[in-house]
């Protein structure tokens, strides 16, 4: 047990201190819901000794991504300096969040935190030099227009992204209105929302409730850049198709997101943050990406995360079957 408390201390330790870069005299805002609240705890014991102005607030349970907080969690994030949101559910597609950024606030989105996150040997990276190759991949993004993504188990998937601003997500956050989101660490772009063609094997997560790891690969048509047909899956591929059908919205069958992990010591389990950081897959979010670059707004997200992709830029070969290929 105490090993464990110690493990946690130091993940808590590493979010607020190198993370989030908590400075003497900052407004620290640590957002939790009624299952996260012992994370929220390890988050302010951290953040103690460096300010004392940290401020803990309790937000709605919510089952899906992508819900706005509630007003009293919106007044408290835009009088922050850094914002630690820990509910069980991401606000990071939120205008919310979007505004407190743009505010200037510091933003570290922790869904699906627990204990055992805490203690991950993932938040041990070197994130510094990971950002490097972030970095490099935001500026292969913005220069791109055509992306291909195949597999082999079959994905054969096309997006254009001409003219869209790749967003690189190093897992800390250094300057006024940047988002982390530790372990995650990874570059994205919000792809043309009309123009994605193809098929995805799904075959690695589905970080949502009553989803996470797949047994069983589900198969997914894409046409004119949204969900088409869902097969395959098992119940897990029913609980994706209700989820979907549930939102009553075609936004939410948007294809929004393309992103690309780069966290060597990320492992896939089923949790959100680790699964889209973890080095050797990618990622496809559908529903809301209005505050990435793209115009497709609705209060939901959800990521499908694929194993081994070879991808390509504008025929360029960037990755093989999950590692990079660029030498620069």
């Known amino acids: 047990m105490k090993e464990k408390e110690n493990l946690a201390s130091r993940g808590a330790r590493i979010l607020v201190e190198f993370c989030g870069q908590v400075r003497s005299g900052e407004r620290v805002l640590i957002i939790t819901d009624s299952t996260t609240k012992d994370v929220g705890k390890y988050l302010a014991a951290a953040a103690a000794p460096l300010t004392d102005n940290v401020k803990l607030v309790e937000t709605e349970d919510q089952d899906v991504h992508g819900i706005e907080p509630s007003p009293h969690v919106v007044d408290a994030m835009m009088r922050s300096d850094v914002i630690f949101s820990a509910a069980r559910s991401s606000i990071a597609h939120t205008q919310a969040r979007y505004n407190a950024t743009q505010r200037g606030a510091r933003f570290l989105s922790l869904p699906e935190y627990d204990v055992r996150q805490l203690s991950s040997n993932s938040l041990t990276v070197d994130f510094v030099e990971c950002a490097r190759t972030a970095k490099r991949v935001k500026d292969i993004l913005d220069s791109g227009r055509k992306i291909s993504i195949t597999t082999k188990k079959g994905t054969s998937l096309s997006l254009d992204c001409e003219g869209r601003t790749a967003n690189f997500c190093p897992g800390f956050c250094t300057k006024p209105g940047s988002l982390g989101s ?74 929004a997101e393309f992103g690309i992990g780069m966290n060597p010591k990320a492992r896939l389990c089923g949790h959100m943050l680790e699964d889209e950081g973890c080095a050797g897959t990618v990622h496809f979010g559908f529903g809301s990406n209005s505050t990435i670059g793209g115009r497709n707004k609705i209060n939901f997200h959800i990521d499908f995360v694929i194993r081994k992709p070879t991808v390509f830029v504008d025929g360029k070969i960037l990755i093989e079957e999950g590692v990079f290929c660029d030498s620069d």
């Open 182 to 255: 530790p372990p995650d660490i990874e570059t994205n772009t919000a792809p043309i929302e009309e123009k994605s063609e193809g098929v995805l094997i799904v075959d690695g997560s589905i970080p949502f409730k009553g989803i996470g790891l797949l047994e069983e690969d589900i198969v997914v048509r894409i046409e004119r850049g949204s969900i088409a047909a869902i097969t395959g899956g098992g119940i897990k591929g029913e609980r994706l198709k209700h989820a979907l059908e549930s939102q009553n919205n075609p936004a939410a069958k948007v294809l």
